[in-house]
Each structure stands twice: as structure tokens, then as C-alpha cells.
């Protein structure tokens, strides 16, 4: 039972840091698509 409940709180702490690490991801391509449109319309 023990070792249950561990492997739910590491997959929900992997699916945290997962979703934090594609929030991140997502943030710098808009930033990127952002500087080259400023670039391509500028």
C-alpha cells in the first residue's frame, strides 16, 4: 500500500514538473515567433 500511494505521488510530482518544463518551453517559442515577426514586419 505504501509504495502505492509513493509511486502516485512521484508520477503526480513528474507530471508537475513536466507541465512546468512545457509552460516554459511554450513561453520561449512565443517569445522566439514574437522577434521574428517584430523582425520580418520591422
Do not use: W
Not at 507530471?15 to 518551453?25: G, Y
Amino acid at each position: 500500500m505504501q509504495s502505492v500511494a509513493a509511486s502516485d505521488e512521484y508520477s503526480a510530482t513528474a507530471s508537475i514538473n513536466l507541465n512546468a518544463l512545457s509552460a516554459s518551453k511554450f513561453k520561449a517559442l512565443l517569445r522566439g515567433m514574437r522577434e521574428i515577426l517584430s523582425r520580418a514586419t520591422g
